[in-house]
């Protein structure tokens, strides 16, 4: 089985059971079954059994098969990747110091602020910049498969939640959706929300900046290129 099959495998281990424990149905058994706690730890356990092979089968078979997206050499797109790669790193960092409506920890909030006007799911929309940024300058098909599988399924996996998190808590957030978007500064463009610079956690932002420039420093280091 070559390497781009089991990219797709894994890929599709990880998706289906990721966002299918998180179903609904799937979920309410399971918690009837395990308690809160054991749903979370077979979750975790599940998410890294198969995340972890992925990861794996991709570095162990990066730039191989045909050159499928061949834009790398083109003036300005590695300089475009670096400074989204760089943007979502902070945005990344931003989200989990400032919490959105849907995270984890997010306590009583039902209306956007700060990152949450750029994106409601400022953490794994940030993923999905990162991997778009990575999809910029590696164009063999094994890079397509894993980084753009990563795109895909950022999107994928948070209009999932979206769904899950309306079916939930219904008119509780009936607000926050119509003032925010998935995709990043969706609700800005269309004049439903604005950026509100003073509500930015800039601690969040620095930290995932400073981040981000430690790994392109030692990038070349940690994966040669």
Same mark, same amino acid.
């Given at each position: 089985?070559?390497p781009e099959?089991?990219?797709?495998?894994w890929?599709?281990? +990880?998706? %289906?059971?990721?966002?299918?424990?998180s179903?609904?149905?799937?979920?309410?058994?399971l918690?009837?079954?395990?308690?809160?706690?054991?749903f979370?730890?077979?979750y975790s356990? @599940? *998410?890294f059994?198969t995340?972890?092979?992925?990861v794996?089968?991709?570095?162990?078979?990066?730039?191989?098969?045909?050159?499928?997206?061949?834009?790398? #050499?083109?003036?300005g797109? #590695?300089?475009l990747a670096?400074?989204i790669?760089?943007?979502? +790193? *902070?945005?990344?960092?931003?989200g @989990?110091?400032?919490? =959105?409506?849907? =995270?984890?920890?997010a306590?009583?909030?039902?209306?956007?602020?700060? @990152?949450?006007?750029?994106t409601?799911h400022?953490?794994?929309?940030?993923l999905g910049m990162?991997?778009? %940024?990575?999809?910029?300058?590696n164009?063999?098909?094994?890079?397509?498969?894993f +980084?753009?599988g990563?795109?895909?399924?950022s999107?994928?996996?948070?209009?999932?939640?979206d769904?899950?998190?309306?079916?939930?808590?219904?008119a509780?957030?009936?607000?926050?959706?119509?003032?925010t *978007?998935?995709?990043?500064?969706g609700?800005?463009?269309s004049?439903?929300?604005r950026l509100?610079?003073?509500?930015?956690p800039?601690?969040?932002?620095?930290?995932?900046?400073?981040?981000?420039t430690t790994?392109?420093v030692?990038h070349? #280091?940690m994966?040669?290129s």
């Open positions: 089985m070559g099959l089991m990219l797709v495998l890929w599709t281990a +990880f998706a %289906a059971t990721h966002m299918g424990m179903a609904i149905p799937v979920r309410a058994k918690v009837a079954a395990l308690g809160e706690r054991g979370l730890g077979l356990v @599940v *998410s059994a995340f972890v092979p992925l794996w089968c991709y570095l162990g078979n990066r730039h191989q098969g045909p050159l499928v997206l061949a834009i790398g #050499h083109l003036p797109v #590695h300089t670096m400074a790669a760089w943007l979502s +790193f *902070s945005c990344a960092i931003a @989990v110091f400032q919490p =959105s409506a849907l =995270s984890f920890g306590g009583g909030v039902t209306r956007a602020r700060g @990152v949450g006007r750029i409601r400022p953490l794994f929309m940030s990162w991997a778009a %940024a990575h999809l910029l300058v164009g063999f098909l094994t890079d397509v498969l +980084f753009g990563f795109a895909l399924f999107v994928i996996g948070c209009a999932h939640q769904a899950r998190k309306r079916a939930t808590r219904g509780e957030l009936d607000e926050y959706f119509a003032e *978007s998935l995709l990043p500064f609700a800005i463009v004049g439903r929300n509100v610079w003073s509500e930015l800039w601690l969040g932002l620095v930290v995932g900046a400073a981040t981000a790994l392109y030692a070349p #280091h994966f040669g």
